[in-house]
């Protein structure tokens, strides 16, 4: 049965009352299609910042693509930005040549040209989709969040899609490619890449941002998100920044995270601020007790960062001055892993997996743009192989002096261990951040995902294009492939 719902919900996010709810949620085994269109524009955020962007359907971030789980997704995308692109349907587990990843799955999708993207969207949650062709095309906008509904979960009152991304100055992105940016570290104090620094370290691969944008606009342009005394509101948050870490803290508020990389946690858990990595999402709650406006805000030290804000307001208030939150972190309660999965007493073991894979994350001297696994750069690293059915376990011990975002394609894996200690509930993620300074982070997951070719690398896209990436592999085609 073919059903051409043309589903546009703006990237600023849904409320579930404003949404009838025939037009996003089509029926269970209908098929959903969208047509993606990928052309520059000018991005004008902030006043002074306009740059040569490019976008999806002229909304940056794209549109928020939405289906209940059990549909069927085809997607038509139009290549129209006049480089090659593609197409990565991030945390998706997903027919390999699906997954968009140009080079391994499938060719560049050239400038005019198109592809048709079909797959039945799983597992359900906050997901993404973003370009992935090793240009720069995602970090100047070819990205957007995919929601996909679990039809048994409880439904929240009002729901927002929440993106932060900040908009780069294309010149220091080719420093930092080469080690040598003089932007700054922008972190925020209290924060644990602050207490990471040395003070011999020199971050010659930060990328300088001229805009901290929600939405795709900035304080106070950004777009306010209504909601009523009594509701119970879910936010889905992703950083879509692709360098940086960020917090994030709702003033006035306690967020009551659910779910992570769109996976329930085990246990919700209560806190005052998010640390989010680079390609993470966070699912959070809150209730609306009384009459007010606050904001939600991304903390970063960078003097812009208070660009980085949307309002949070009940009807009446939308001309009040919003309750704001510190700048530092200094005692404010932080999402962390630990915290999310709870830490075993007595030292972590191994448990048994017909596959161990141990990678050490180096590199990033000032002045190289190499970032390695065990020593290599892409296509160089060690790959993967792996039996479908197989068990598998990677861990990581970081040799650099900042966190690594290390993503996994078409799997979800489940973080077991970090700095040596097990943890005692599933945390079931896509992306990890994965500490400085030594620090070890360890997966488990089952190769039961379609076979094929499934990237491992770090998010960071300064780091991938510099080498840190490797996949892993399905027998039995790997031999032939590599
Ligand atoms: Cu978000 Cu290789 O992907
Ligand atoms: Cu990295």
């Not at 589903?7 to 969208?34: F, K, S």
């Not at 993470?280 to 009459?291: A, G």
Request: hydrophobic share 40%; aromatic share 8%.
């Amino acid at each position: 049965m073919r059903r051409a719902a043309f589903v546009r919900v703006t990237a600023a996010g849904i409320t579930a009352a404003a949404l009838p709810p025939h037009t996003a949620r089509a029926q269970a085994n209908e098929i959903v299609d969208y047509v993606l269109t990928a052309r520059p524009i000018t991005f004008a955020p902030a006043p002074g910042v306009r740059v040569d962007a490019v976008a999806y359907d002229g909304m940056l971030p794209g549109p928020v693509l939405r289906v209940t789980h059990g549909q069927r997704v085809r997607v038509r995308y139009l290549n129209r930005t006049g480089e090659p692109t593609s197409v990565h349907w991030h945390g998706m587990i997903l027919p390999n040549a699906m997954d968009g990843v140009v080079g391994i799955t499938q060719p560049a999708v050239e400038p005019f040209g198109s592809f048709l993207y079909e797959f039945t969207p799983n597992p359900p949650g906050t997901r993404w989709y973003h370009d992935h062709a090793n240009g720069s095309a995602l970090m100047r906008g070819l990205f957007g969040v995919f929601v996909v509904e679990d039809p048994h979960e409880e439904r929240a009152d009002a729901e927002f899609v929440v993106v932060l991304h900040d908009v780069p100055q294309y010149r220091s992105m080719d420093a930092a490619m080469n080690g040598t940016s003089d932007a700054p570290m922008t972190d925020p104090l209290g924060s644990s890449e602050m207490r990471a620094m040395r003070p011999s370290d020199r971050m010659g691969d930060e990328v300088a941002y001229l805009a901290h944008c929600i939405n795709g606009a900035t304080y106070p342009k950004t777009a306010a998100l209504p909601v009523k005394v009594g509701q119970r509101v879910r936010l889905r948050i992703l950083n879509a920044n692709q360098t940086q870490t960020r917090y994030v803290r709702l003033a006035g508020h306690r967020l009551r995270v659910t779910h992570a990389d769109g996976n329930p946690l085990a246990q919700p858990l209560e806190v005052d601020a998010l640390r989010i990595g680079v390609a993470e999402r966070y699912d959070v709650w809150f209730e609306v007790l009384k009459p007010g406006a606050w904001l939600l805000q991304g903390i970063s030290s960078d003097p812009l960062a208070f660009e980085q804000a949307v309002v949070v307001h009940t009807q009446g208030m939308e001309q009040a001055t919003p309750e704001a939150c510190s700048e530092s972190l200094t005692g404010v309660d932080v999402f962390t892993y630990e915290k999310a999965a709870g830490v075993a007493d007595g030292p972590f073991v191994d448990p048994a997996a017909r596959v161990h894979k141990h990678f050490v994350i180096g590199g990033g001297e000032y002045g190289s743009g190499r970032w390695t696994l065990n020593g290599a750069t892409w296509p160089q690293t060690e790959k993967i192989a792996v039996h479908p059915g197989d068990g598998v376990i990677v861990r990581f011990t970081n040799k650099t002096d900042m966190d690594h975002p290390m993503h996994l394609h078409g799997h979800v894996f489940e973080i077991i261990e970090i700095d040596g200690r097990a943890l005692r509930r599933p945390l079931a993620k896509d992306v990890s951040l994965v500490r400085a300074n030594g620090g070890t982070l360890t997966w488990h997951f089952h190769a039961n995902s379609p076979p094929g070719r499934w990237l491992l690398h770090c998010h960071n896209q300064i780091h991938m294009m510099g080498g840190m990436m490797t996949e892993v592999t399905y027998a039995p085609s790997w031999k032939k492939i590599v």
